[in-house]
């Protein structure tokens, strides 16, 4: 089974910098789309941002375009959310999902889920 584990959160003060990170072990996983997903108590799960394993053509919310920068190291298996001028609004438990079709990635949808690490934005 591929497993994906999330790490990096912690709490910061609002326009502060945090790099969050998925490693993804279990099997290979170099064709796999991945993502970043964000729930907040109360709320839904919301997408993030995504992108194919062999591509460099990320999608991002708009609530996060411009301030959020998604990258990937195939060789380590791992994908990083470099997340800047963060907001309060952006707390959350952040999780790293991945799947062979970006379009279930995207959807929220994927096969696999990491379980997710807390990102909190004071004020």
């Known amino acids: 089974q591929v497993q994906l584990v999330e790490s990096g959160g912690g709490l910061v003060q609002a326009g502060s910098s945090l790099r969050l990170s998925c490693a993804v072990s279990g099997r290979t996983v170099m064709n796999y789309a991945m993502g970043w997903f964000r729930q907040a108590p109360g709320r839904k799960r919301e997408f993030v941002t995504a992108?194919?394993?062999?591509?460099?053509?990320?999608s991002y919310s708009d609530s996060v375009k411009g301030r959020f920068t998604i990258s990937r190291d195939n060789a380590k298996n791992t994908i990083n959310l470099l997340m800047y001028s963060l907001k309060p609004e952006d707390t959350a438990v952040y999780s790293c999902?991945?799947?062979?079709?970006?379009?279930?990635?995207?959807?929220?949808?994927?096969?696999?889920w990491g379980q997710g690490t807390q990102v909190t934005v004071s004020s």
């Open positions: 992108i194919n394993w062999n591509a460099d053509d990320p």
């Open positions: 999902a991945a799947d062979l079709s970006l379009a279930r990635v995207r959807a929220a949808t994927a096969s696999y």
